[in-house]
């Protein structure tokens, strides 16, 4: 505690990115910091006066709240003195000094992250190719790496999910203001990591600011759908700035979706219509985790939708014979993993409240979660009030 007060209270205060590196850069450490002389901030390179101003009130008194409320919420806090921080976001400019993390962070610099990015208004294209290069991406070894907005990033943080894969979701807010229900079931399988404390204000600054963090975590960023003039072209201009391997989805030369995959393409980006051919260049990097042609993505037929908020009634993926009430038992089953399985034995013939399925099963909160969204997608099953799950197959 000694120690990481002066952290919380250095991520806490309201200035840049750029003005807490600074104090980092010049004295080491957010204690060292803290305790700085009086008047030297304001001499720092990359410190406003207003900034100066702020830093030396040196407030301490929303530190024990934040830690509360991390507790509270049950977010792991990870400052840059920590050997959990990643390596990988040290090297960019002005990294968060902390990280709040809602999940469990894979580690980072053993992996091949890769961001998959695009429009908020989304094609059909777009949203397809986001879920067919984040489930090959996922399968093939990789971690996705997502802003979870609607669109292309929301459809490939939800096909890496049921690719089995982890996904790591990157917030510009506080992780009280996200109440989206994928970003529930990304830190149930992953991680969701934002540099913002619990009760600091939300600015129009910080989602710019988190393309640096999703950038920084990434090894490659693959651009599925972008108009000329959006976040998208933004995020992809900070990914390459830093140095990041940069990749597009090619579409229509008269679709204004396609303008800025277009131009990131003649600005050299590299051409890719398959996971595969993304990770392939991270390859040499990461033998021991990167393997190609684990499973094919599913047909169009069986691919998943994408939920954004938590669906009133699943809607059925599986195709079923005219007439028939419930998913053949027998033709089903088989496609189901061994953990699927024992959640859907657990639940009744009427209806089963999710507590008793988790007790059932003896599996983990997390993953009978996790499984319940993956069966309620693929249609096995559907959500009824009271927490209950009841089945669309018959048990016989």
Same mark, same amino acid.
């Given at each position: 505690?000694?120690?990481?007060?002066?952290?919380?209270?250095? =991520?806490?205060?309201?200035? $840049?990115?750029?003005?807490?590196?600074?104090?980092?850069?010049?004295?080491?450490?957010?204690?060292?910091?803290?305790?700085?002389?009086?008047?030297?901030?304001?001499?720092?390179?990359?410190?406003?006066?207003?900034?100066?101003?702020?830093?030396?009130?040196?407030?301490? =008194?929303?530190?024990?709240?934040?830690?509360?409320?991390?507790?509270?919420?049950?977010?792991?806090?990870?400052?840059?003195?920590?050997?959990?921080?990643?390596?990988?976001?040290?090297?960019?400019?002005?990294?968060?000094?902390?990280?709040?993390?809602?999940?469990?962070?894979?580690?980072?610099?053993?992996?091949?992250?890769? +961001?998959?990015?695009?429009?908020?208004?989304?094609?059909?294209?777009?949203?397809?190719?986001?879920?067919?290069?984040?489930?090959?991406?996922?399968?093939?070894?990789?971690?996705?790496?997502?802003?979870?907005?609607?669109?292309?990033? +929301?459809?490939?943080?939800?096909?890496?999910?049921?690719?089995?894969?982890?996904?790591?979701?990157?917030?510009?807010?506080?992780?009280?203001?996200?109440?989206?229900?994928?970003?529930?079931?990304?830190?149930?399988?992953?991680?969701?990591?934002?540099?913002?404390?619990?009760?600091? @204000?939300?600015?129009?600054?910080?989602?710019?600011?988190?393309?640096?963090?999703?950038?920084?975590? $990434?090894?490659?960023?693959?651009?599925?759908?972008?108009? @000329?003039?959006?976040?998208?072209?933004?995020?992809?201009?900070?990914?390459?700035?830093?140095?990041?391997?940069?990749?597009?989805?090619?579409?229509?030369?008269?679709?204004?979706? =396609?303008?800025?995959?277009?131009?990131?393409?003649?600005?050299?980006?590299?051409?890719?219509?398959?996971?595969?051919?993304?990770?392939?260049?991270?390859?040499?990097?990461?033998?021991?985790?990167?393997?190609?042609?684990? @499973?094919?993505?599913?047909?169009?037929?069986?691919?998943?939708?994408?939920?954004?908020?938590?669906?009133?009634?699943?809607?059925?993926?599986?195709?079923?014979?005219?007439?028939?009430?419930?998913?053949?038992?027998?033709?089903?089953?088989?496609?189901?993993?061994?953990?699927?399985?024992?959640?859907?034995?657990?639940?009744?013939?009427?209806?089963?409240?999710?507590?008793?399925?988790?007790?059932?099963?003896?599996?983990?909160?997390?993953?009978?979660?996790?499984?319940?969204?993956?069966?309620?997608?693929?249609?096995?099953?559907?959500?009824? +009030?009271?927490?209950?799950?009841?089945?669309?197959?018959?048990?016989?």
């Amino acid at each position: 505690m000694a120690s990481l007060e002066y952290w919380l209270w250095l =991520s806490s205060v309201p200035v $840049s990115p750029k003005a807490r590196l600074a104090l980092i850069e010049r004295y080491g450490d957010a204690k060292a910091a803290f305790f700085a002389p009086a008047g030297e901030f304001k001499s720092l390179p990359g410190v406003s006066t207003r900034e100066a101003a702020l830093l030396e009130a040196r407030d301490m =008194s929303g530190v024990n709240g934040v830690l509360s409320a991390c507790r509270e919420q049950e977010l792991q806090i990870i400052s840059m003195q920590d050997a959990a921080y990643p390596n990988r976001l040290r090297n960019i400019y002005a990294p968060p000094v902390v990280l709040y993390v809602k999940g469990s962070l894979p580690l980072v610099d053993e992996n091949a992250l890769i +961001a998959v990015i695009g429009t908020r208004k989304a094609s059909p294209y777009g949203v397809k190719m986001g879920k067919e290069l984040a489930w090959q991406i996922s399968r093939d070894g990789g971690i996705v790496v997502s802003l979870l907005t609607n669109g292309v990033d +929301a459809a490939a943080a939800e096909s890496a999910l049921l690719a089995g894969g982890s996904c790591v979701g990157v917030l510009g807010t506080p992780h009280e203001c996200e109440h989206g229900y994928l970003a529930k079931q990304v830190a149930a399988r992953g991680a969701l990591v934002s540099e913002y404390p619990p009760g600091i @204000e939300p600015l129009r600054s910080f989602f710019r600011e988190r393309n640096r963090l999703a950038a920084g975590l $990434s090894v490659g960023v693959v651009v599925v759908e972008a108009p @000329e003039k959006s976040g998208t072209r933004l995020f992809a201009n900070e990914a390459a700035e830093q140095g990041k391997e940069i990749f597009a989805v090619p579409g229509n030369a008269d679709a204004e979706n =396609s303008a800025g995959t277009l131009a990131l393409l003649k600005e050299g980006a590299k051409l890719v219509t398959t996971g595969w051919e993304v990770l392939n260049e991270f390859e040499a990097l990461y033998p021991d985790k990167l393997r190609h042609g684990r @499973e094919q993505y599913p047909a169009e037929e069986d691919a998943p939708e994408t939920p954004t908020t938590a669906p009133a009634a699943a809607k059925k993926a599986i195709d079923k014979p005219e007439g028939k009430g419930y998913i053949d038992l027998a033709e089903q089953l088989s496609g189901l993993t061994e953990d699927q399985l024992k959640i859907v034995t657990a639940i009744d013939r009427s209806a089963s409240h999710i507590d008793d399925i988790i007790e059932a099963t003896g599996l983990p909160t997390a993953k009978v979660l996790a499984q319940l969204t993956i069966l309620e997608i693929k249609g096995y099953i559907r959500r009824e +009030a009271g927490r209950r799950i009841a089945l669309n197959i018959a048990k016989k």
